[in-house]
């Protein structure tokens, strides 16, 4: 079973917008959910990544807004830039086990000039 | 600083042959892990390993083998390849300890079985 969900499967916005990407779980014993981006031909990249007792977490033009009631995350990108053209997949990790992210199955965030 | 060093980048096998994937890391990582990338599926945990001597299976671990001799290197074998294995496969590593949970990939390494 998919033990998180992402939504949309892709995304289109203009420069300067914002592009909000979404994802759900269900596994309550989940201790961080990172975000990883992805550029073609790359591997993922850690972006940015919250705890579940923090409810939002802003890294310049990124933040995470985390609700634990509704077990559901969000990235939220501002001022979106042709540079953030990217597949953006959001984790979750059980219980400090570094080796073992649960992912969902990615956005292709596509910002145009 | 090299990373997560996986090689081949690129291989076309035909079904069954067999062929083996190399993954090694410079930072002293205690954990190593293999995913695979499938288009609308995301990353898929085949194996994992906490330390050398130890690994473990992941999601969808059946047709891959693993061995971990040395903290550096973890190779993945695929013992008689068949076209459903063809993907995007990515090692990672990580750091033990709670409070770093992220993963250091590798540029991946594209199979294609034919």
């Known amino acids: 079973q998919q033990q998180v969900k992402q939504s949309p499967q892709s995304l289109i916005v203009q420069k300067g917008g914002i592009s909000i990407i979404n994802c759900a779980y269900e596994?309550?014993?989940?201790?961080?959910f990172p975000w990883y981006q992805q550029f073609p031909g790359k591997g993922p990249a850690l972006l940015i990544a919250?705890?579940?007792?923090?409810s939002e977490k802003k890294e310049g033009r990124f933040t995470i807004s985390f609700n634990k009631s509704a077990k559901q995350f969000s990235l939220h990108i501002m001022d979106s830039q042709p540079g953030d053209s990217a597949t953006y997949f959001c984790?979750?990790?059980?219980?400090?086990?570094?080796?073992?992210?649960?992912f969902g199955k990615g956005t292709l965030l596509t910002v145009n000039p | 600083n090299a990373g997560v060093t996986q090689t081949p980048k690129f291989q076309v096998l035909k079904t069954g042959q067999s062929m083996t994937l190399q993954c090694a890391q410079d930072?002293?990582?205690?954990?190593m892990s293999w995913y695979r990338q499938d288009p609308g599926m995301g990353l898929r945990l085949i194996h994992y390993?906490?330390?050398?001597?130890?690994?473990d299976q992941g999601e969808v671990p059946n047709g891959y083998n693993v061995s971990r001799s040395t903290t550096e290197d973890f190779p993945l074998r695929l013992l008689s390849a068949a076209p459903s294995q063809t993907s995007v496969y990515f090692c990672?590593?990580?750091?033990?300890?709670?409070?770093?949970?992220?993963?250091?990939f590798g540029e991946g390494s594209r199979l294609t079985v034919l």
């Open positions: 919250i705890r579940p007792d923090v």
């Open positions: 930072m002293n990582h205690e954990y």
């Open positions: 990672a590593s990580s750091r033990q300890g709670a409070n770093t949970g992220e993963l250091f």
């Open positions: 390993s906490v330390g050398a001597g130890i690994t």
């Open positions: 596994n309550t014993a989940f201790d961080y």
């Open positions: 984790a979750a990790r059980v219980g400090g086990s570094n080796y073992k992210l649960t």
